[in-house]
């Protein structure tokens, strides 16, 4: 799928709630707004940078598809993206990373200490925002998914450079770094629009597996991507040591010159033998195999809304789990 054809897609999944999209930007607008310039400065860049929008989107979609007429969904989709873009300045900083969506990170642009404290700014003011709808369910929701993605951040931190780590172990890391994000934004969509706690779990699950299904292909994509159209350096998560699934794929079912290889260039956090990475991943199948796993954790997000009322709504849910997949970037 060619980057044109891809932004087509993905404009026409959210063509359903396009008001709901601008009412959320005009929160994150206004919520952004500090007496500290600084933190304008930095939050703006962030933000202006765009990305996907994945997660406020799930929460838009799932209220929408159980029937909300409100607004507190736009202050929910708000929230979630600020604690979405707290993560990506941390995680940043700690991997060292110097482009995202295309353009300098805030940390290679501001430096480290800034992007650590705007991104702590943000973080706080998404319990202020939180807090402001009096609700205690939402509270429990994105405080638990705060706290399990920090300790997935620690969990990841504790697997760098290890080459001994196993697919059960990364794939732990996947659900509390990156899909507990998707959970509880597809959670609050369902709960904000007064759905059951049957409904609001089936929610959840879709969420949990729509984010794994993202990670998974993120992890190809670091391997057989573009970085002009996934808008940062291709083989990022070989030079900071990470052993993601094509790589422990490799060290299960590799040949002894090939997981050799992998050993030693996730201990030493080696990008220089990147094309021999590549290579081996190719022609072993861990690529195939990682994709195959995207797509498994895609239709088990389909199959967990399967009861979801028919809508447009719906509709556009079931081809975010077809473009989680088929995406290039």
């Known amino acids: 799928m060619s ?43 962030i933000i202006g940078a765009g990305g996907k929008r ?9 209220a929408n598809a159980y029937g909300y007429r409100g607004t507190a969904h736009h202050e929910l989709a708000a929230v979630v993206e600020f604690i979405h873009t707290a993560t990506l300045l941390h995680d940043d900083v700690v991997d060292e990373s110097s482009m995202r969506r295309g353009r300098q990170t805030a940390n290679a642009l501001f430096g480290n200490a800034a992007s650590v404290l705007v991104g702590d700014y943000l973080y706080s003011r998404s319990f202020e925002m939180m807090t402001s709808l009096d609700n205690m369910r939402v509270m429990q929701i994105l405080s638990r998914a705060t706290t399990v993605i920090a300790e997935g951040e620690v969990l990841q931190l504790l697997n760098m450079h290890d080459p001994d780590v196993t697919h ?46 993202f990670q998974l292909i ?46 030693t260039c996730i201990e030493q956090g080696d990008e220089q033998h990147f094309d021999a990475v590549l ?5 072993s199948g861990a690529l195939d195999y990682t994709r195959r796993e995207a797509e498994s954790a895609a239709r088990r997000a389909a199959d967990a809304i399967a009861d979801l009322p028919e809508s447009v709504y719906k509709q556009s849910l079931l081809q975010l789990c077809s473009f989680a997949v088929d995406r290039n970037h």
């Open 168 to 213: 059960e172990s990364y794939l732990t890391v996947i659900r509390s770094k990156t899909a507990k994000l998707f959970e509880a934004a597809a959670e609050l969509g369902a709960l904000i629009a007064g759905a059951s706690e049957t409904q609001i779990e089936a929610a959840g699950e879709y969420g949990r597996s729509l984010g794994t299904a």
């Open 279 to 283: 290579s081996a991943v190719t022609s």
């Open 54 to 62: 994945i997660r406020p989107v799930l929460v838009l979609l799932l």
């Open 3 to 45: 980057a044109a054809t891809q932004h087509a897609q993905q404009n026409k999944l959210t063509q359903t709630i396009a008001d709901d999209m601008a009412a959320v930007n005009t929160v994150i607008r206004q919520r952004l707004q500090s007496d500290v310039s600084l933190v304008n400065q930095i939050s703006e860049y």
């Open 218 to 263: 993120d992890d190809v994509l670091d391997y057989a991507g573009d970085a002009t159209e996934i808008g940062k350096n291709v083989g990022d998560d070989l030079r900071e040591g990470k052993p993601t699934l094509p790589l422990i794929y490799l060290m299960e079912h590799g040949t002894p010159a090939q997981r050799e290889l992998v050993r």
